[in-house]
Nanobody
Framework: QLVESGGGSVQPGGSLRLSCVASGVTLDHYAIGWFRQVPGKEREGVSCISSGADTTYYVDSVKGRFTISRDNAKNTVFLQMNDLKPEDTASYFC???????????????????????WGQGTQVTVSS
């Protein structure tokens, strides 16, 4: 089970830190990532990290603003979001397929609809 937290409402330019804690499974050997979705649009991979944190992926729109990290000892993955923009408003989901993939495979190459495990989502709203 994946459980996200840390969402909220902020003004443009603000920051949020999302957390995703896994229970019932050890994430050490698996890539994990963050996806987001707005109503009426397809879910997209925002940022993913490989099991050993040796590879990361960021969608172009968040490069330089978001940072993904993981603490395998705490079975947790984080997404630090800085300089938030209104277009970042979305529901953010943590997801893993329990495979030792690279970050880009999970986020941008593997069909999103086939990813095995999802959290319930946390809302991020950026508005003045």
């Amino acid at each position: 089970q994946l459980v996200e937290s840390g969402g909220g409402s902020v003004q443009p330019g603000g920051s949020l830190r999302l957390s995703c804690v896994a229970s019932g499974v050890t994430l050490d050997h698996y890539a994990i990532g963050w996806f987001r979705q707005v109503p009426g649009k397809e879910r997209e991979g925002v940022s993913c990290i490989s099991s050993g944190a040796d590879t990361t992926y960021y969608v172009d729109s968040v490069k330089g603003r978001f940072t993904i990290s993981r603490d395998n000892a705490k079975n947790t993955v984080f997404l630090q979001m800085n300089d938030l923009k209104p277009e970042d408003t979305a529901s953010y989901f943590c997801a893993a397929d329990f495979n030792p993939w690279t970050a880009i495979r999970l986020c941008a190459q593997y069909p999103i609809g086939l990813i095995k495990s999802w959290g319930q989502g946390t809302q991020v709203t950026v508005s003045s």
